[in-house]
């Protein structure tokens, strides 16, 4: 939560007729909130395939497997 403000802080907002339109960032904000967005994103699909059922395996554990 503290990202985003900060980030926010950092923006500026332009009006249309009186109300906010548009926001701009600057790019390594932006990429910031994209990354939270995806990993947001990503959460869900991994909540969503566990309901389903999907079995998930540590990263670690598959490697030794491998002899990586």
Do not use: C, T
């Not at 566990?50 to 497997?65: H, P, T």
């Amino acid at each position: 939560r503290y990202m985003v403000e900060k980030i926010l802080s950092n923006s500026k907002v332009v009006f249309s007729r009186g109300k906010p339109s548009e926001v701009i960032l600057r790019w390594a904000d932006f990429r910031q909130l994209l990354e939270k967005v995806e990993d947001s994103y990503d959460l869900s699909e991994i909540k969503e395939a566990k309901a389903a059922g999907a079995k998930f395996r540590n990263i670690d554990d598959v490697l030794k497997s491998h002899a990586i």
